[in-house]
């Protein structure tokens, strides 16, 4: 899988402030550390659902894979 389809820390940096992170993937369930070790896939984050913040950064994303 290449880099582009994998959403890191560094691409929810340009969104959220590490606060902010935290609460994000606590409130989704989502293992904080494990994510900042290995990221998660593009659909994978999308599958969250709706959410500003989550598109924000998948737009960030794809633009930067272009």
């Known amino acids: 899988m290449s880099d582009d389809r ?3 820390i560094e691409d ?3 969104v ?3 606060n902010g992170m935290r609460k994000w993937a606590a409130e989704r369930g989502l293992d904080f ?3 900042v070790k290995n990221g998660i896939t ?3 984050f999308a599958s ?3 959410d500003a913040y ?3 950064v998948l737009k960030i994303k794809h633009e930067a894979s272009k």
Do not use: A, P, W
Request: net charge negative; aromatic share 14%; charged share 35%.
């Open 12 to 14: 929810l940096r340009k």
């Open 33 to 35: 550390r494990s994510f």
């Open 6 to 8: 994998i959403i890191t």
């Open 42 to 44: 593009v659909d994978e």
């Open 16 to 18: 959220f402030c590490i």
């Open 48 to 50: 969250f659902g709706e």
């Open 54 to 56: 989550l598109e924000q």
